[in-house]
């Protein structure tokens, strides 16, 4: 097995060597970059679906959590919104907010007084819609005030490491919130609440623009390591530039991956990782054993998303622009089931190999589906059928079939993936 | 009377234009389901292949010349109907029957799912790009309106051609499935099959057969809703991965597994979605001057750009409340 696992990373690492010698320096240091992060985030999932099975289908929601996250941390203050009434205004949502919640909350906890049945039920609907009507109506002015006014809340300023850091703590509590509701549900089920999630996250971070700037993007956002831009200007080539710009980056990006694979391979090996899989194989059995299944199950949901932010965070730090409508849930959700399935569910080195491998797929295929076109298109113009029309545009699409295909294959023929999760027996 | 007209325009025809998509959908979401038990994602995708099948042989028809009293589009759909059942009987024989031969489980199948997902999206963009298509470039788009016979109205209510041909079509369909489901053997054998199937194999019934009627049925009922969806907007490669999800709420609302429950489910949700993004204002702006309070411009449950959250909500209150949906659904 252990051979196994060597031969195909030696592979993968000479198929890196043979793409960066075609794309070059520059080029493959960006794909590298950015498939460590992608690796990140397969770990993430490979706890979640792998250790704990649990079907996370939002992703996405997720990494754009992350992202806001080191937007907000990191990008330079807004004075002009700091100065005018825009905070005290937001304040006074936030209090109606948290007024709100605190009346929910209330309702929920009405059984004590003696209101019970059909009186909970209706007062806990009476108390969600004052509550609402109460935060819309301090939240709609304040959005309309900022709006108009500053444009939107800007950033902290701060440190992107600690923006990365903050993506991390918002997906957890936000995987808390989703976690408590749906993780009581059945596997399809919770599937489809995921996406949910995940899409109704996508609407408010794309629509709040006083939060996020919305669909007019935010950029640039600051690199924990010197920027290409000012390694230019201590006298560094242009070309050479980009190189170390992106090599520092990868460096700490392959720190936090190296700490948190340590981590979470230490803990699969551990009794916590032992009850994860009991759990997982059947939850009915672990619990008669005293697990407490569903805490558990939050647990590892939580733990999962949290990477997932922070892998989300760094994305968009790398990637410099925060942009809402970039997020797609193919290349932000199922491109990393596919990279944990097809790498092999349960086993961190197999998420991680087939994180590599399917972000270089993905990335290729679009170049490499271009040549074909172009190939073709020569033919069929050499036939007297005229070319392939937008050969560009088409090209692009094809790594989604490529996507498509390869999962198909991988289930069909290695269902669990490349390099299988080891089960362990005592003799 | 003519806010009440309004609302009708708005609230009344484009919920019951929106809820006839979401239940057909929604049908073939919950007969898969029923028989195959996996929540079947590819299911948008279907029915976005099924409009760009009648798109094409929309275009064929009109060059050939041939003209219709009504949208192109509608004639030809029993042709795409049938393509796109064959279409679904392959997709599953490639794709879902050596995973189901093999014993794989059903979240398995899921996977696959997002893997035909991917592949249908995938050819539809290779071959059609990522702009967008109508039906109506050669031929115009009819309106009906109808005049009120009441005193005081100006406003008229107004539908497209589509829009009617869409929901009595969604209503013979209905009816044609219960009459399957309840009258005929094979209809019978289905609903066997959805209860128990170990069950109904033991009684001699072909569950091979079973298997795939449900992929006529549903690739077929998927390409009925896909065309009218391109037909009532316009037609695009990413056209039902939006609304795959209200499809699914749709299901898992009625209780997945129950083919009525996906048709209350449709229209319930379809029913929400325009409420919620319906602006209250219009409608109490008459009497403005008894109301104790400002009214507002703007008075809408949610703002449009969140119509898609109005569905998942409901999803969500339903599964806290009744985790098996209005009618009670089958499990895994």
Request: hydrophobic share 55%.
């Amino acid at each position: 097995m252990m051979q196994r696992s060597a031969l195909l990373f030696a592979g993968l690492f000479l198929l890196f060597v043979a793409v960066g010698w075609v794309l070059g320096a520059a080029n493959i240091t960006l794909l590298l970059v950015q498939s460590f992060a992608y690796a990140l985030i397969a770990l993430g999932l490979n706890i979640q679906w792998g250790y704990g099975g649990l079907f996370n289908f939002g992703i996405m929601g997720f990494l754009m959590l992350g992202g806001f996250a080191v937007t907000f941390i990191s990008y330079p203050i807004n004075a002009a919104f700091w100065d005018s009434e825009g905070p005290l205004l937001l304040a006074r949502a936030l209090a109606a907010f948290a007024a709100g919640t605190l009346l929910v909350f209330g309702a929920s906890r009405a059984h004590h007084l003696g209101i019970r049945g059909g009186w909970k039920t209706a007062l806990t609907v009476v108390a969600w819609s004052v509550a609402y009507i109460v935060y819309r109506s301090q939240i709609d002015p304040a959005v309309a005030y900022i709006e108009g006014g500053a444009g939107w809340i800007g950033g902290l300023g701060l440190h992107p490491v600690l923006g990365w850091a903050f993506g991390g703590v918002l997906a957890a509590g936000v995987a808390y919130i989703v976690g408590r509701i749906c993780l009581g549900l059945r596997t399809d089920y919770l599937a489809i609440a995921t996406i949910g999630i995940s899409e109704i996250i996508r609407a408010l971070l794309k629509n709040m623009d006083w939060l996020t700037r919305g669909t007019l993007t935010v950029s640039p956002i600051s690199w924990p390591t010197p920027l290409p831009q000012e390694l230019q200007a201590q006298g560094i080539g242009i070309a050479d530039s980009f190189v170390y710009a992106r090599l520092g980056f990868l460096a700490v990006v392959i720190v936090v991956l190296v700490g948190l694979f340590f981590l979470v391979e230490r803990a699969y090996g551990g009794p916590w990782g032992r009850m994860m899989r009991a759990i997982r194989d059947n939850h009915i059995a672990a619990a008669s054993m005293g697990k407490d299944v569903t805490a558990r199950q939050l647990e590892i949901f939580i733990l999962g998303s949290v990477m997932m932010g922070i892998g989300g965070a760094i994305l968009i730090s790398f990637g410099q622009i925060y942009d809402p409508s970039s997020y797609q849930p193919i290349s932000h959700t199922f491109l990393i089931w596919v990279m944990v399935i097809v790498g092999g569910a349960g086993n961190n080195w197999g998420a991680v190999f087939g994180a590599l491998l399917i972000y270089l797929t993905w990335m290729i295929s679009d170049p490499i589906a271009q040549a074909l076109f172009t190939t073709i298109s020569s033919w069929t113009s050499d036939a007297g059928w005229g070319p392939i029309p937008e050969i560009q545009s088409r090209a692009s699409q094809m790594r989604v079939l490529v996507l498509g295909l390869v999962i198909t294959v991988a289930l069909r023929f290695a269902p669990r993936g490349l390099i299988p999760e080891v089960v362990k027996r005592e003799a | 009377m003519n806010e009440l007209i309004f609302f009708f325009n708005t609230v009344v025809i484009s919920g019951l234009v929106l809820g006839s998509i979401y239940a057909l959908g929604a049908i073939g979401i919950t007969l898969i389901f029923g028989i195959l038990r996996f929540a079947h994602f590819a299911h948008g995708d279907m029915m976005t292949m099924g409009g760009f099948i009648s798109f094409l042989l929309a275009a064929a028809v009109t060059a050939a010349g041939i003209t219709a009293p009504v949208a192109t589009g509608f004639v030809v759909l029993p042709v795409a109907m049938v393509i796109a059942a064959v279409l679904a009987l392959g997709i599953d024989k490639g794709f879902y029957a050596p995973l189901r031969a093999r014993g794989a489980r059903p979240v398995t199948l899921l996977i696959a799912s997002i893997g035909v997902t991917l592949i249908i999206q995938g050819l539809i963009r290779l071959f059609f790009g990522s702009g967008s298509y109508t039906f109506f470039e050669t031929e115009a788009k009819r309106l009906f309106r109808l005049e009120v016979p009441l005193p005081d109205v100006t406003r008229t209510i107004n539908f497209t051609e589509p829009q009617l041909l869409m929901v009595v079509s969604t209503a013979l369909v209905v009816v044609a499935l219960h009459l399957f489901l309840t009258r005929s053997r094979l209809g019978k054998a289905m609903r066997a099959m959805s209860d128990n199937a170990d069950l109904a194999q033991v009684s001699g019934i072909n569950t091979k057969l079973v298997v795939r009627v449900t992929w006529i049925i549903a690739g077929s009922l998927a390409c009925m809703a896909g065309t009218m969806l391109a037909l009532d907007v316009s037609l695009k490669p990413d056209l039902a991965f939006n609304i795959v999800l209200p499809i699914f709420a749709a299901a898992i609302v009625g209780g997945l597994g129950q083919s009525y429950g996906a048709i209350a489910g449709g229209f319930l949700i379809g029913f929400a979605e325009t409420l919620a993004i319906f602006n209250w204002s219009i409608l109490l702006r008459p009497m403005r001057d008894a109301l104790p309070f400002d009214l507002p411009n703007n008075l809408a449950v949610v703002p449009t750009e969140y119509k898609l959250t109005v569905a998942f909500v409901i999803l969500v209150i339903v599964l806290l409340w009744r985790p098996t949906g209005i009618f009670r659904g089958a499990s895994t």
